[in-house]
């Protein structure tokens, strides 16, 4: 299975040019630029004519309209996951969004990524586990420590995330594949590509 990762497209999805065949398309948060109910619906009608067999996606921290959204008549194809899974050829991805709630402290992360199950085979998050592709200057640390944890203990085979814009990259790390796949650098340039993974 072939998988096409972006994240943090920031209302500036129509700007990209072709991106390359994938069986999957993960898009891993934000979206929007400021939040607003026209922007995310434009992506959401751009994400649903692309010409991928599956398109997933999750919400970011900049996407606090799809907080309680109610995603009703989107096409077979296409998956938003909030706190939730869909099985695809075989593969278990699971979905968890970070909203601006996240900021206010722990128990908005236990939420989340404490119900996280094991069984996962790719993770999709908004944000990176701590240590792990979440800084730009190898000062500020912007990854999740319960995150960290909960991926630790059930191995995803790939975890999917953005958030931190100029680091676009991958590493693996005990059994899991992570890929860090913000498009946009810090002063929201699309300067990224998206990044193409295999599943096996």
């Not at 026209?38 to 999750?58: G, N, V």
């Not at 912007?142 to 085979?157: E, Q």
């Not at 946009?184 to 699309?190: C, E, G, P, R, V």
Request: with cysteine.
């Amino acid at each position: 299975m072939t998988i096409l990762h972006l994240s943090d497209t920031h209302g500036m999805h129509l700007k990209l040019g072709d991106m390359p065949y994938a069986d999957v398309l993960v898009h891993s948060g934000d979206f929007t630029l400021a939040g607003g109910d026209m922007e995310a619906l434009d992506f959401i009608e751009w994400f649903c004519d692309l010409p991928y067999k599956h398109k997933i996606f999750i919400a970011g921290n900049h996407d606090d309209c799809m907080m309680d959204a109610s995603l009703e008549g989107l096409p077979d194809d296409v998956h938003y996951l909030c706190d939730n899974s869909i099985a695809i050829d075989g593969v278990t991805f699971y979905g968890a969004p970070m909203f601006v709630g996240f900021f206010d402290g722990k128990l908005k992360e236990i939420e989340h990524y404490g119900q996280i199950p094991d069984g996962i085979d790719v993770l999709i998050t908004h944000r990176p586990p701590l240590g792990i592709l979440d800084s730009s200057d190898d000062k500020l640390h912007y990854g999740s420590a319960l995150l960290l944890d909960r991926v630790t203990a059930i191995k995803p085979k790939l975890h999917l995330f953005g958030h931190v814009h100029d680091v676009n990259s991958m590493m693996q790390w005990n059994s899991t594949t992570f890929s860090s796949a913000a498009i946009a650098d810090s002063k929201y340039n699309l300067v990224f590509s998206p990044r193409l993974l295999t599943y096996h």
